[in-house]
T-cell receptor
């Protein structure tokens, strides 16, 4: 079974631009979560989608948004990029988000650099 | 608000040693605790998941324990190898913050010297 895939793997943008990142979960997984990882703040939860609905959102400004499609693939969008948005963005999928044994499987991440 | 702390931030040991990584969390209301491994610039690999009702889990040379009442978990690595060098992260899944949100520690960067 293929793992979680994320595209692109690397991105360089300038301040003020917007960016869209993509995540394809493991086949059969309907839950997708997004995390931001920076050296200073570590890993922080952005949002979670299940069956095309956002179920949970972290403490990030409205410039960060996401969506999920009917095939469970997910995208996240960051508008009006700031230097502080430079980070590794990780996507995770799981099959049974309501169960306490549920395990999240992470993709390789997208490295975003904002200049 | 749930907070997760990992000590030490970095650890360097010679090959072959047994070692323990520590993780503490402030709120015992959790569904489970997960240990991950992250290689430089890469994603996270799940190592072990311990449900809140369990005391420990084992996988090969790895053993993770959970003491929910004291808010502590340890990851024991036996007979360490250079390939074990990576950053190890623990994460808890709180009961009161949505089904999927994980709260991570800052990680312990482990170096195994040949």
């Amino acid at each position: 079974k293929a793992g979680v895939t994320q595209t692109p793997r690397y991105l360089i943008k300038t301040r003020g631009q917007q960016v869209t990142l993509s995540c394809s979960p493991i086949s059969g997984h309907r839950s997708v979560s997004w995390y931001q990882q920076t050296p200073g703040q570590g890993l922080q939860f952005l949002f979670e989608y299940f069956s095309e609905t956002q179920r949970n959102k972290g403490n990030f400004p409205g410039r960060f948004s996401g969506r999920q499609f009917s095939n469970s693939r997910s995208e996240m969008n960051v508008s009006t990029l700031e230097l502080g948005d430079s980070a590794l963005y990780l996507c995770a999928s799981s099959s049974s988000p309501g169960q306490i044994t549920d395990t999240q499987y992470f993709g390789p991440g997208t490295r975003l650099t904002v200049l | 608000k749930q907070e997760v702390t990992q000590i030490p931030a970095a650890l360097s040991v010679p090959e072959g040693e047994n070692l323990v990584l520590n993780c503490s969390f402030t709120d015992s209301a959790i569904y489970n605790l997960q240990w991950f491994r992250q290689d430089p610039g890469k994603g996270l690999t799940s190592l072990l998941l311990i449900q809140s009702s369990q005391r420990e889990q084992t996988s090969g040379r790895l053993n993770a324990s959970l003491d929910k009442s004291s808010g502590r978990s340890t990851l024991y690595i036996a007979a360490s190898q250079p390939g074990d060098s990576a950053t190890y992260l623990c994460a808890v899944r709180p009961r009161n913050q949505g089904a999927q949100k994980l709260v991570f520690g800052q990680g312990t960067r482990l170096t195994i010297n040949p």
